[in-house]
Structures are given as structure tokens and as C-alpha cells.
């Protein structure tokens, strides 16, 4: 069976209302936010049938609205990770964007599409497509950007995101989303204690204290970057993983929570994988470790890198991307 509807669930200061849509099929149910099109909750059964929300969240929309918080299932851009001297140069024009993580742009700069409201339309039997125009120059950026995510159940209950985008000038897209997952429940505390990671990726970007690239990919052998066999996940990563095979079909990360026995399995037409274990989480709402988050994206500063995948988005194109969440139980 599957269930769909949408209830108004607050407003903005600026009273733009903010809308929830729950997709129900095949015993998943999740609901989204238009407010930065956040994931809100994803409820999913365990290896005895019992059912728990997996995703941290705010329980009231006017908690997104009001705290900045740590992108919580938000959606992200125009460019997911940071950019170097809030600045890059695209065919010979210095672009300067808003610094939000000292001199860097994090995440789309200090309004980014975690803080808008999305447009949203019912997509199929079994989706809804969140919608935004981003402006010319906003936060820095160049060209005038119409962008889409498409969130949609599949028959076997997988959440499926599907990005569209295209501009009508040379820009830079990346987006992702932010999701935190705890596969023990979101109010079970640290999910970095128990749960169990596989990546397949033999390589990382190594980055500085400001999580800023250093160089050229590295091999992670020897190191503790290395999940390219499942193992037990600790606390202590930002860092993107060059994923080796991207074909959207084949999973490229699992994680396993053994106590509850539920297992989420992530596929990505992306090159990389930004890994981070929330340690920074400060206990409004959810303590150090409490989620963690798969983030599936283009490598970090890319726009000053060329010897990274390119970012670079131009009319006539359409930047299209898909991630896939499987829920299973072992």
C-alpha cells in the first residue's frame, strides 16, 4: 500500500508557509519538510519488526526555522562542502562568496537551500519533487539556477533523491543531502559506538584543519580510513571518500547497527562520499556521535581544484544526479 499527504506544519517570519509531506510504502515512512527540504524522519522496522524513527531531526518545523542547527536533513547548495577563500574563478571572473565557516563557504554560504522554502508537487504515485529558483549572485554565485530534488519511495521502501538543475550562466553545483542517521533509534545517543561502516573506496582527499583539500586523493591502506571491509565506526571523520565505482546502482556504503539488526545501504551516481560522525553536535538537540552522515557529492573545493571531477554547470546543460537509501535488516 502506499500512503501520501501533505499538512501545513508552520511559517516562516516572513509567513511563508511550510508544508510536510509523508511517503508511506512497503512499511518505510518518511516525512519532509519544504522548509530546506528536510528529511524529518524516516521510520523503519528492525530484524523483530519494531518500528523507530532512524533520522535526527527537530520535532516541530518552526525548530528548523528558527536555529540554524546542523543542517539536519537538509538539503544543500548550490555547492555541498566548503570552497576555499570563499572565492573561485570560472572562465577568467573571480566569483567571491559569502564566508560562513571563517574565511570558507560552507554549504551554499549563509543562506543556502537549508534555508529556503521549497516548491512542491506530487511526483508519480509514490514521490513529491521540492523545486526552487536560486538568483543570480545569490550568496556569490553566478547564474540564475532552477533546481529540483525529487524524493520518492520504491516498491522495496528505498528513498530515492533525484537532482535536477540548470542555469543560464558558466556556475558551480553540488548539492547534497545532510541527512544524520542512527539506526538505533535518534534518541538512542551515540550511534558512532555501535554501529558498523563499509565504504568502498580505496581513496580519501586529505584535508588541513579547516577540512580544506591538501593534494591529490590518497590510498587509505594501513590507515583507519580504510572501510573497505565493514567494521566498527568511531567518532572522528570529515573527510570525502573517492568512491571507486559510481553507477547508481550498486551500493557504495552500508551501515549496520547490530543491536537492532537494521542495515542502510547507500548508492550514488556521485564521485565521492563525505563521511561525518557529528562530533560536533553540542547536545541542542542530540549530543557528540548521535547521527552519522553519508553525504553523496563532488570533492571539496572543487571549483579551485582541476584536478578534481568537475563542478562546472553551463546553459544547455542539466546537472542530473541520483542517490538511493536502502533500508534492510540482518
Known amino acids: 500500500m502506499t500512503v501520501m499527504n501533505t499538512e501545513r506544519v508552520g511559517a516562516t517570519a516572513e509567513g511563508k508557509p511550510v508544508h510536510r509531506w509523508t511517503l508511506e510504502r512497503a512499511g518505510i515512512r518518511v516525512r519532509l519538510l519544504t522548509y530546506g ?11 523483530d519488526g519494531a518500528t523507530a524513527n532512524v533520522v535526527l531531526g527537530f520535532a516541530a518545523a518552526e525548530d528548523y526555522v528558527s536555529g540554524r542547527g546542523p543542517y539536519l536533513g537538509a538539503l544543500i547548495g548550490r555547492y555541498a562542502n566548503r570552497v576555499a577563500g570563499a572565492a573561485f574563478t570560472l572562465d577568467g571572473v573571480v566569483h567571491r562568496l559569502t564566508a560562513n565557516e571563517g ?3 560552507l554549504h551554499g ?5 537549508d534555508r529556503r522554502v521549497w516548491d512542491a508537487e506530487r511526483s508519480g504515485d509514490h514521490g513529491v519533487r521540492l523545486s526552487l529558483v536560486s538568483p543570480d549572485g545569490e550568496e556569490g554565485f553566478p547564474g540564475r539556477l532552477a533546481v529540483s530534488a525529487t524524493y520518492s519511495l520504491t ?9 535536477r538543475a540548470a542555469t543560464d550562466a558558466p556556475t558551480h553545483v553540488n548539492p547534497t543531502n545532510h541527512t544524520y542517521w542512527n539506526l538505533a533509534g535518534e534518541s538512542s545517543g551515540a550511534a558512532t559506538g555501535g554501529h558498523e561502516l563499509r565504504i568502498a573506496a580505496g581513496r580519501i582527499t586529505p584535508v588541513d584543519g579547516a577540512a580544506l583539500p591538501t ?3 590518497v590510498p587509505v591502506d594501513g590507515t583507519r580510513f580504510d572501510f573497505r571491509a565493514r567494521r566498527p565506526l568511531g567518532p572522528g571523520y570529515d573527510h570525502n ?11 557504495v556504503a552500508e551501515l549496520y547497527d547490530p543491536a537492532s539488526g537494521r542495515v542502510l545501504t547507500v548508492a550514488t ?31 571539496p573545493d572543487s571549483p579551485n581544484r582541476p584536478d578534481f571531477p568537475s563542478t562546472v554547470l553551463r546553459p544547455g ?13 540482518r
Open 37 to 47: 527540504g528536510a528529511v524529518q524522519s524516516a521510520e523503519v522496522p528492525d530484524r
Open 241 to 251: 571518500y573517492v568512491l571507486d565505482a559510481t553507477d547508481g546502482d550498486e551500493p
Open 215 to 217: 593534494g591529490a586523493p
Open 109 to 113: 554560504g549563509e543562506r543556502g537551500f
Open 103 to 105: 574565511p570558507n563557504t
Open 269 to 299: 551516481t556521485e564521485p565521492g562520499l563525505q563521511l561525518y560522525t557529528g562530533d560536533h553536535f553540542e547536545g541542542k538537540p542530540y549530543g557528540p556521535g548521535a547521527g552519522i552522515a553519508l553525504e553523496t557529492q563532488h570533492f
Open 317 to 329: 546543460e542539466e546537472f542530473r544526479s541520483t542517490t538511493t537509501y536502502g533500508f534492510g535488516v
Open 155 to 163: 516498491a522495496s521502501g528505498a528513498l530515492r533523491i533525484d537532482y
